[in-house]
């Protein structure tokens, strides 16, 4: 199913193209839906009716499982849609950035810093 | 008829949104962010556009994959903020100019740009916060009717730079033709140089951005020499939103029509270069 056009590859750096699209709907549906707090809510409820809900695949429900962003990404995740779903777990953008790069949240918000310098 | 009257570009994440909500704006971290735009607040005091088209990217408020326009304009007559994701308080909502939002989809789509038409937008931080960070005193009553222009940089394939600086241009050729007194603003939000996702997250380029800010003053088609996947390569996944950058400069004009006010770049806020640049229209 690569029916996407061939894109210059960039060493980890995903580009979400036709192929992740069709892959990760269900998936960034579910995370769509987290706009809602109403929806937040009746997720952390029951997890895993509401992945049933949104029709989530094997890979998909594991990676919801494991809270983990690469595995998430991988299962066709975008990263606009995925920051709904960590904020329902009160992570920002420097514990994602840490959790996909192996660093520790400090080393990671240093390792910004430096590159202003 | 209408004129632009100058232009704003800045970077936009929803950190400023908490920011502001909880008066960060003096503490270490946020000053050198915050403190960058008093000059650009104080130019909009002195100027008092009517109007902002205010070029942004979505990111999962309005649209969602089920529907995804590589250009929409919105139609409305206002324009909501609501929850993203994350119970960041909302801001109020902003009154939309409806005669200038047909007029640019009249002209644009007689230049060939395909747009989706929006008479129900809801903009996301990418919109609300720049103008909050412009006009942090607006309160209730915003004081300039808004046209959003929003670009795809969600799913692949994005349009080129070179595409976004035509639309620019056709932006700015329309407000032109325009028959209204009205005073306009050009704003386009992104940027600059970052990157959330996969194992380069954290990327950030402080070099290439100082050279595409320079850019716009001198040469501000420079950057549509790049293909997307380059201009990811050397920004980020998320960098490519200069694109906005690209679109709103290009609207205001060539390089003899547009002097350089003010600049201020702050690296980082949340995984951010955060670019702010103000161009005044010579008369």
């Known amino acids: ?117 | 008829m209408a004129k632009i009257v100058g232009g704003i570009v800045t970077s936009h994440v929803p950190a400023i949104g908490r920011a502001i909500a909880g008066g960060l704006q003096q503490e270490a971290y946020w000053k050198p962010f915050f403190d960058g735009f008093a000059p650009v607040q104080q130019w909009l005091a002195e100027v008092k556009p009517d109007v902002a088209v205010v070029i942004y990217n979505d990111h999962g408020l309005n649209f969602f994959l089920d529907k995804m326009p590589t250009f929409a304009v919105g139609a409305a007559p206002q324009y909501s903020n609501a929850d993203e994701g994350w119970g960041i308080p909302t801001l109020p909502a902003f009154p939309g100019d409806q005669d200038l939002s047909w007029h640019l989809i009249e002209e644009l789509v007689a230049k060939e740009f395909d747009l989706t038409t929006c008479q129900e937008m809801l903009v996301d931080h990418a919109f609300t916060l720049p103008m909050k960070l412009l006009w942090p005193n607006a309160g209730e009553a915003w004081p300039v009717r808004t046209v959003p222009v929003c670009i795809n940089t969600v799913q692949h394939p994005l349009p080129s730079a070179r595409r976004c600086f035509k639309l620019g241009q056709a932006i700015g050729e329309a407000v032109a033709s325009w028959d209204s007194d009205a005073r306009v603003v050009v704003i386009g939000t992104g940027g600059l140089s970052h990157q959330l996702d996969g194992e380069r997250a954290g990327f950030i380029n402080k070099s290439f951005d100082l050279e595409f800010m320079d850019s716009l003053v001198n040469d501000p088609a420079w950057a549509t020499r790049y293909s997307v996947e380059e201009l990811i390569e050397l920004t980020g996944t998320q960098g490519i939103e200069l694109l906005m950058w690209v679109a709103a400069r290009a609207a205001l004009g060539g390089v003899d029509q547009v002097r350089k006010l003010h600049a201020n770049y702050h690296i980082p806020i949340s995984n951010t270069a955060a670019g702010l640049m103000l161009f005044e229209n010579k008369d």
């Open chain 1, 1 to 117: 199913m690569a029916t996407a056009k061939v894109r210059r590859v960039i060493p980890g750096t995903p580009l979400f193209d036709g192929d992740a699209a069709r892959k990760g709907y269900a998936l960034n549906k579910m995370c769509y839906s987290f706009n809602s707090a109403d929806n937040r809510a009746e997720f952390t409820r029951d997890e895993a009716a509401y992945c049933r809900k949104y029709g989530l695949d094997p890979q998909q429900l594991a990676a919801v499982e494991k809270r983990n962003v690469l595995d998430l990404i991988a299962a066709g995740g975008n990263a606009y849609y995925l920051a709904k779903f960590a904020g329902i777990f009160g992570l920002d953008m420097q514990d994602i950035g840490a959790q996909q790069t192996g660093m520790s949240k400090e080393a990671f918000k240093a390792r910004l810093i430096e590159a202003g310098k």
